[in-house]
């Protein structure tokens, strides 16, 4: 379980986040909500171990991870899919998804056909370059690289952004499916209230850096406040 215990996050005299605390669980999706600029990805980012918090703790399974260098935290199973996807342009599908193996060991060093079960388009896709492919299979792309640290806590920065309806709507069929495995904390950030109510278990909504709503996912299925909160 991931427990986040009043951080603050400042780049430079501007502090980004104030006392956010928040839990993910192992078997739930837990979405981080908000508008443009809240603080969702410098939350995820401190998460993964990309920005150092000024105070305040994140521990996993009950240890703090906060001095963990971000290549630390992936082998200790915490994958982050970073807004933007951040894969190789130039390498192609295959060498992208071997670019995980140096975070696990010998024995794990295999693309999991799995993979190409949950993402199908990327096994035709293998010899190409991931330049060559769409945002949503870039975006596939990424996911199925954190899949290949064998995760337990994914993080998931906006993954339907910019991303057709369609591809949408398979990258949702596989956060439940990955959910229902039971075996990982997946953290989601989104934007649109729509998708998140489809996924969310649980949920916190950011807005100027602080937790101003949280819930379960029911309560965020009919909150009127929520719908307020995420109003563009
Ligand atoms: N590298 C940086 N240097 C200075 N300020 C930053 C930096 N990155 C983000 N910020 C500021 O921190 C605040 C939170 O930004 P952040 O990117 O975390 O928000 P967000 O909720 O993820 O937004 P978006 O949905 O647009 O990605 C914003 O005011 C932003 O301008």
Redesign the pocket.
Known sequence: MLNVTDLNVS??A?Q??YNVSMKADVGKVTCVL????????????SLAGHLAPGSGDIAWDGNSIMKLAPYDRAKQGIAFVP?GRDIFPQLTVEENLQTAFSAVPRAQRFIDPEVFSLFPVLQQMLKRRGGDLSGGQQQQLAIARALLLRPKMLIL??PTEGIQPSIIKDIGRVIKLLRDRGDMAIVL?E?YLDFAKELADEFII?ER?RVVSQGTGEELEHSEEAKELLAI
């Not at 908000?34 to 980012?45: C, D, E, F, S």
């Open positions: 780049y430079g501007s980004a986040l908000g508008r443009n600029g809240v603080g969702k990805t410098t939350l995820m980012k807004q920065d906006e950030v934007q950011l850096g």
